[in-house]
C-alpha cells in the first residue's frame, strides 16, 4: 500500500528522523493558514500524489511571500499531474504539504527495499540526490553504493562504513548518518515495509542532515499488523475498479488492453493473458477470483470487468477445483443477465462439475461463447480480436 509524503514524514518523526516543519492542506485557505504557522520564508508547497516526478510536472513550488502562497496553492489544488509514474491520465491533486524551505548544502540519495534475488534488505545510496536513481544507475553508476543485510542479522556497523565511506561524509555528519540509518532500518523492518526512499536527503548549511522528500510502500499482505497504517488508506489515488474488487475480496489489476480475463489462480492468470496476447489482441486486466470464490463473487468480477469502457470482449478460464464449474456458470448467468451483456464472451472451462456448468451455459438463453479447449478459446478470441 502507498502513502503520502506527508504521512510517510509522520512516520519519519514517529522513529526521530529528522523532516522539515510542516503540514498538510486541503484548501488554499488551508495552505495560507499553514504557511502562517511556519513564520518564516521561504516555504515549499509540494503537490500529495502517490507519484515521483512532482517538481518536473509543476506540483512542487517554493514561495517567499503569502501572496505566492496563495497563488501556488490555487494553481496546485484540483490540478492533474502528469508524471511518468502516473501515465498520461495523471492524477488530480487533492491536498499540499506545506513546508519550511531548507538551507541545502548537498543533497544526497538514501533507499531500502528487499532483494528478491539474494533474499537480503538492500541499501542504495548515492552522491546524485534530486536525481531520478535510474538515470544515475545507467549513466553513473560509480556514484551508487550498495550495502546488502541479511535480515536474520540485521544492520551492523561494516554496513554503516561501507556506505559511509562511499558518500565520504565528514565525521559530525558520519555519526548523523549512522543514527538515522538505524532508525531508518528499524522503521523499515518494523512497519513491514516494500520500499522506504528519501530523494533527496539533504545536508544542510548548518551540517545537518535533513530528509527533504519521503516515500514508503507498505507489504499489503502484513497491512493487519498496521491499522494506523491501514487508515491513511487514500482510495482516491487508486484506480476505482481496483478499489471495488478488492472489497469484494477479488485479486484485479487494471490494464491498458481490450479484452477482459477471468480466471482462477495467479498462474492460470499469467497464462491466459499470454493467450490474449498470441491471440493477438491485449489483456484488459488481470482477474483472479480464487479458489474459494462463490457465484456471487464470481457475479461481481464479472461485472467489474464488464464496467470498463476498453473492454471490447472477455475470456473466462477456469479449472474447476475447489471453485466448481457449475458455480462459476451460475456467477456469470447471473452477472450477465443483471449487467446486460454487450461484448463477446468466451467460456473456457474444465474439472469439477463441468458438464453441469456447460448446460447451465446453454440454457440460460444468453449469447455466451463456450470453448472446448485452450487452443479453440485462441481461435475464438482472435476472431474477437479481429474483428
Given at each position: 500500500?502507498n ?15 529528522p ?30 500524489v ?6 518536473k510536472?509543476?506540483g512542487v ?7 505566492e ?43 531500502i ?13 548515492s ?9 544515475v544507475?545507467?549513466?553513473?553508476p560509480?556514484?551508487?553504493?550498495k550495502?546488502?543485510?541479511n535480515p ?20 559530525t555528519?558520519a555519526r548523523?548518518?549512522?543514527?538515522l ?7 523499515f ?11 533527496p ?5 548548518e551540517?545537518?542532515?535533513v ?8 507489504d499489503s ?7 494506523d ?7 482516491a489515488?487508486?484506480?476505482?475498479l ?8 477479488l485479486?484485479y ?17 499469467m497464462?491466459?493473458?499470454d493467450l ?20 456471487e463473487?464470481v ?10 469502457p476498453k473492454?471490447k ?26 449487467s ?7 467460456i ?6 463441468v ?13 455466451l ?19
Amino acid at each position: 500500500m502507498n502513502i503520502h509524503e506527508y504521512q510517510a514524514k509522520e512516520l519519519f518523526r514517529h522513529y526521530k528522523v529528522p523532516v522539515p516543519a510542516g503540514s498538510v492542506a486541503f484548501t488554499v485557505e488551508e495552505a495560507v493558514v499553514a504557511a502562517r504557522e511556519l513564520g518564516v520564508y521561504p516555504v515549499v508547497i509540494k503537490a500529495q500524489v502517490h507519484a515521483g516526478g512532482r517538481g518536473k510536472a509543476g506540483g512542487v513550488r517554493l514561495v517567499n511571500s503569502e501572496s505566492e502562497v496563495l497563488q501556488a496553492a490555487e494553481e496546485i489544488l484540483g490540478r492533474t499531474i502528469v508524471t511518468k509514474q502516473t501515465g498520461p491520465v495523471g492524477k488530480k491533486v487533492g491536498k499540499v504539504l506545506i513546508e519550511q524551505g531548507q538551507n541545502i548544502a548537498r543533497e544526497l540519495y538514501l533507499s531500502i527495499l528487499p532483494d528478491r534475488a539474494s533474499a537480503q534488505i538492500m541499501i542504495i545510496a548515492s552522491l546524485a540526490g534530486g536525481m531520478d536513481i535510474e538515470d544515475v544507475a545507467a549513466s553513473m553508476p560509480e556514484k551508487i553504493i550498495k550495502a546488502m543485510v541479511n535480515p536474520l542479522i540485521g544492520l551492523q556497523p561494516f554496513h554503516q562504513r561501507q556506505l559511509l565511506f562511499g558518500l565520504d561524509l565528514d565525521k559530525t555528519i558520519a555519526r548523523d548518518f549512522s543514527s538515522l540509518l538505524t532508525r531508518l532500518y528499524q522503521l523499515f523492518t518494523e512497519k513491514d515495509c516494500t520500499m522506504l526512499e528519501i530523494n533527496p536527503l539533504v545536508i544542510t548549511g548548518e551540517n545537518q542532515l535533513v530528509a527533504l522528500d519521503a516515500k514508503i510502500d507498505i507489504d499489503s499482505s502484513a497491512l493487519y499488523r498496521h491499522q494506523d497504517i491501514v487508515d491513511w488508506r487514500d482510495e482516491a489515488e487508486e484506480d476505482p475498479l481496483e478499489v471495488e474488487a478488492a472489497r469484494a475480496g477479488l485479486n484485479y489489476i487494471n490494464l491498458d488492453g481490450n479484452i477482459g480475463n477471468m480466471v482462477n489462480g495467479a498462474g492460470l492468470a499469467m497464462a491466459t493473458m499470454d493467450l490474449i496476447k498470441k491471440a493477438g489482441a491485449e489483456p484488459a486486466n488481470f482477474l483472479d477470483v480464487g479458489g474459494g470464490a462463490n457465484a456471487e463473487m464470481v457475479a461481481e468480477g464479472f461485472r467489474i470487468i464488464l464496467s470498463d469502457p476498453k473492454v471490447k470482449g472477455i475470456l473466462i478460464n477456469i479449472f474447476g477445483g475447489i471453485l466448481r464449474c457449475d458455480v462459476l456458470a451460475e456467477g456469470v448467468v447471473q452477472a450477465a443477465r443483471k449487467s446486460g451483456v454487450t461484448v463477446p464472451v468466451v467460456i473456457r472451462m474444465e474439472g469439477t462439475n463441468v458438464e453441469k456448468g456447460r448446460r447451465m451455459l446453454a440454457d440460460s438463453g444468453l449469447n455466451l461463447i463456450t470453448a472446448v479447449d485452450l487452443a479453440d478459446a485462441a481461435v475464438k478470441i482472435a476472431e474477437i480480436a479481429k474483428s
